[in-house]
């Protein structure tokens, strides 16, 4: 008995976490931010943007790079993983980002500071 109460903690624990941690691109997105990148910004709520960061973020782990094989191929498989994710949450937020995008156009940075 012990050890299956054990075993349902460990799986509802995993699934709260996946939950928890699903759909980062899409998150990064309406932020404005790169999930994968702390220092890199853009214009937030851009269509598809999280499947755009996942995507991006797959690419770039394919190649020469100074990271070691496993550090990619761990990179990439999280990547992978939020991929179908980030395109679920991407497609609820499709109405609010094409708006967004929308009311965006037109208007630059000298024209927001008055």
Not at 57 to 77: C, D, H, I, N, Y
Not at 80 to 93: C, F, G, K, Q, W
Request: aromatic share 8%; proline share 6%.
């Amino acid at each position: 008995m012990p050890a299956e109460m054990l075993r349902r903690m460990l799986l509802t624990a995993g699934c709260v976490a996946a939950a928890l941690s699903a759909g980062c691109g899409t998150m990064a997105n309406q932020n404005g931010d790169y999930w994968h990148m702390t220092c890199a910004h853009h214009p937030p709520s851009e269509p598809y943007g999280g499947v755009r960061q996942d995507w991006d973020l797959l690419v770039s782990q394919v190649g020469w790079s100074v990271e070691p094989k496993w550090s990619r191929a761990f990179t990439a498989s999280i990547a992978l993983a939020d991929l179908p994710l980030s395109a679920t949450a991407d497609t609820v937020l499709l109405p609010y980002d094409v708006w967004a995008t929308m009311v965006g156009r037109g208007t630059n940075d000298a024209d927001q500071g008055e």
